[in-house]
């Protein structure tokens, strides 16, 4: 992604960062909000410089890529059965089929990701850790029920 400022040639801005999916869902849209120029240049402002800002548009597309794979292999059990919960939960609350046990989320990930995904063989996990990811989707399920109920009050208010 490059920058246009006023008065000097193209910048290119590039940058790493890691995290969770809930941190990449907010840096895409701190982002875009940023990045949104239609109206023409914007403020375009760097921590280390104080007060110092450039009037910027962007030019190209942003280019996000997530090595998630790389990702997933580095995690400890607990926490890749944490995202995959969660991955699964989410992607089921779009259709009308949901899971509940452990043996129903590994069927799920075994169909959507093969019986052997990132070093992980969902149907081991789900025998060995069973009651671990019945709870992690009775708790993605809560966390998501509480969203969608907050968001419809907010709608009748």
Known sequence: MGFWYTGHNPITIEGTKSGGPVDFLALRTKLARALDCPDGPKKLQFDDQDGKYY??????????????????????????????????????????YMFEIAE?????????????YCSHNFAQLAVDHKYYIEECILNANKVIDNQINEQEETEEE
């Open 55 to 96: 009037m910027a548009i962007v030019t190209g597309q942003p280019k996000f890529t997530e090595d998630i794979q790389t990702r997933l292999k580095e995690m400890d059990v607990d926490a890749f059965i944490r995202y995959m919960v969660v991955e699964g939960v989410v992607t089921q609350y779009l259709t009308n």
């Open 104 to 116: 129903e989320w590994a069927d799920w990930c075994s169909y959507n990701f093969d019986k052997i």
